[in-house]
Every structure is written in structure tokens, then in C-alpha cells.
């Protein structure tokens, strides 16, 4: 995924509202941008951090400006727009990126499913077989390992519960994790903050649910989908 227009680079003085941030652009503007990321972003909203904003495209919006990218050190882009998470995703699949996803004939987004519940990607083969895929943005990164959730997911339970059912219906599911920073060497799920969440994740495991997880590469140009991730379990 290509940034166009391109963006703009400045420092974080601070993240606040959970949906806002104050950023001093290089000419020494102050502007509010807005932070389309609900999570905590833990180490990456750090005042002083070197981030980069898109310009919005309409202008007639009342913020300007949207955070889009933190960077941490070289080679370290953290992908803050989880709004960009499954258009990154589906740019993968549609180009055959991910081998274990390849073989489909049809791709649909956002089909109901289950008990009130939509899968981000429904996946149909040249047989008739149906993958169910699941997307979640990760960038919680501790010690090497990138974990999720970064706060506790009731939402994100459910959506265990609902490919677990899938699977027992006979489907493939799929849970994607996307991991959009370059310091992880496996993933896990953060059991410390949603013990829930992790024991769900075991059972998922257990029952047929698949794991996916790859890494973006990144820079202030582009972002994509890069290399594949082992489970740390």
C-alpha cells in the first residue's frame, strides 16, 4: 500500500483523548491530527517520538491531518492507522502474498456470520469451500514477542468463539494477526492482560482455528505485508 499523498513528518508532543494527538510538523507548526488507534499503544506514542501524518484528502474535515506511522529506530515502523489494517490484508491476498491463503476463486469482505458477527474476509474456493478469516491489528511488541490484546477484548473473545463454531461446522478459520512493526521475532498471546482472551486462544488452537501471524515492512513510502511469524507457545 502506497501513501499518496505523501506524508508528512514531525515530533509527538502528546496523545490524548485516546483519538487526538498534538504533532509539531519540521517547519515548527503545531497541528492536531487524528489518531485513528484505539488501543494503548504501548511504546508507541512516546512524547518526542518521530511520527508521520497524512494530509487529509477532503478538505472540508475539521482535523486535517491523520497519524498514520510512528518510527522507533531503523527499520522500525510502527503501522498506527488500524483503519489501513485489512486494506494491507486484502492487497496480500489479492496479490497471492500468503501461501497458506492462495487458493481461492472469490473474496468478500465483511460477510455476516454467526451470532451477529461480521468476518472481515470470506474466502470461497474453485470446490466451494469456505475460509473464514479474522484480522487483528498487533503492536504490542515485549521482549521480541508480539502479543494481543494490549487491553481486554470482549469483542475479540467473541470472535474466537465464532471461528471455533466454523470449524466445527466443517470450514477452515483463519485468525490473521498482523503484526505492523519490524521488532518481533514471534508472536503470543498476552495472557498477563486478557487471561481470557489467552486461554480462548489456546482452545482455538486446539480445535482447528488457524494462525496466521506476518510482520508489515514498512517506511514513510509504503506498507505491505513481509514475512511470516512463528507462534511462541
Not at 83 to 110: D, G
Request: glycine share 6%; proline share 4%; aromatic share 8%.
Amino acid at each position: 500500500m502506497h501513501f499518496d499523498p505523501p506524508l508528512k513528518k514531525g515530533r509527538l508532543i502528546r496523545r490524548y483523548n485516546r483519538f487526538l494527538a498534538d504533532i509539531e510538523l519540521e517547519n515548527g507548526t503545531i497541528v492536531i491530527a487524528h489518531c485513528p488507534n484505539s488501543g494503548r499503544m504501548t511504546g508507541c506514542a512516546m512524547p518526542n517520538s518521530t511520527v508521520y501524518i497524512a494530509p487529509a484528502l477532503n478538505t472540508n474535515r475539521k482535523l486535517k491531518y491523520t497519524w498514520e506511522l510512528t518510527f522507533l529506530h531503523k527499520n522500525n515502523w510502527v503501522g498506527v492507522n488500524t483503519l489501513r489494517t485489512n486494506r494491507i490484508v486484502e492487497e496480500a491476498l489479492l496479490m497471492r502474498r500468503i501461501p497458506e491463503l492462495a487458493e481461492y476463486s472469490s473474496l468478500q469482505r465483511e460477510v455476516k456470520y454467526g451470532e451477529k458477527s461480521r468476518i472481515d474476509f470470506l474466502l470461497t474456493t474453485d470446490r466451494d469451500a469456505k475460509i473464514f478469516v479474522e484480522v487483528k491489528n498487533v503492536s504490542l511488541v515485549e521482549n521480541g514477542i508480539a502479543r494481543f490484546p494490549d487491553a481486554v477484548t470482549t469483542r475479540g473473545q467473541k470472535h474466537l468463539k465464532e471461528l471455533m463454531n466454523m470449524v466445527g461446522m466443517g470450514h477452515r478459520a483463519v485468525l490473521f494477526f498482523l503484526v505492523n512493526r519490524q521488532d518481533a521475532h514471534s508472536f503470543a498471546a498476552a495472557e498477563l492482560i486478557d487471561p481470557v482472551y489467552a486461554q480462548l486462544f489456546g482452545k482455538a488452537i486446539k480445535s482447528g482455528v488457524e494462525i496466521l501471524v506476518y510482520q508489515t515492512k514498512a517506511d514513510n513510502h509504503n506498507i505491505t505485508v513481509g514475512k511470516s511469524l512463528p507462534l511462541n507457545i
